[in-house]
């Protein structure tokens, strides 16, 4: 199961911070990814974070702007969204991967999804 919070509505240049809960098992043993789907156009990948050595990865759109970090305390991934832009808006979701790598996590198998959580940035 992976329970989402944060989102909202911001204006340019704001900032937001996502949650993804996941259970122990989850987070010590699968990557966990950050997708998102504007309106009208396909789901696309944002970020990810692995499970072993919590190396990242990011889309060129969002580098420089976006942060994923993992508290295995409380088994919470998290993506730290600053520099909002208009074109950052839509639904965003976490998935657990098949694997602990994020090598590819674009197009591989997701082994669960959390439900999305809408961000809108808007002036």
């Known amino acids: 199961q992976l329970a989402q919070s944060g989102g909202g509505t911001v204006q340019p240049g704001g900032s937001l911070r996502l949650s993804c809960a996941a259970s122990?098992?989850?987070?010590?043993?699968?990557?966990i990814g950050w997708f998102r789907q504007a309106p009208g156009k396909e789901r696309e990948g944002v970020s990810c974070?692995?499970?072993?050595?919590?190396?990242?990865k990011y889309a060129d759109s969002v580098r420089g702007r976006f942060t994923v970090s993992i508290d295995k305390d409380k088994d919470i991934v998290y993506l730290q969204m600053n520099g909002l832009m208009p074109e950052d808006t839509g639904i965003y979701y976490c998935a657990m991967l098949a694997n602990y790598w994020c090598s590819g996590f674009e197009g591989g198998i997701k082994k669960k999804w959390g439900l999305g959580t809408q961000v809108t940035v808007s002036s």
């Open positions: 974070i692995s499970s072993s050595d919590a190396s990242t």
């Open positions: 122990q098992r989850t987070v010590d043993y699968y990557a």
